[in-house]
């Protein structure tokens, strides 16, 4: 496998290329990357059902990042809900 990077609010990270980007954030020690009625959330139910898990990337917002695949160069970003 080759090694990929994306940014995540400004901060490099590696993976590996075929790793989901929420993969990737939990590999990089990343727990949560959303806000939703004040409460921090990350992956929770992992296969794409709960959308606990979802980010902004490349400026698409509500992606979940469990079931997406990374790609190099993904700018991935919070996503802050009330």
């Given amino acids: 496998m080759s090694s990929i990077r994306i940014s995540f609010d400004g901060q490099t990270l ?3 290329d075929g790793q989901s980007i ?3 954030l ?3 020690g ?3 990357w959303r806000t939703a009625a ?3 959330r990350g992956i929770f139910c992992g296969i794409g059902i ?3 898990c979802v980010v902004t990337v ?3 917002e509500g992606v979940r990042a469990c079931q997406r695949t990374a790609c190099e160069g993904d700018v ?3 996503e802050v809900r009330a």
């Fill in 38 to 40: 004040g409460a921090e």
């Fill in 26 to 28: 939990l590999a990089n």
């Fill in 58 to 60: 490349n400026g698409t």
């Fill in 76 to 78: 991935v970003e919070r």
């Fill in 50 to 52: 709960c959308q606990d």
């Fill in 30 to 32: 990343q727990r949560t």
């Fill in 22 to 24: 929420g993969g990737i």
């Fill in 14 to 16: 590696d993976g590996q």
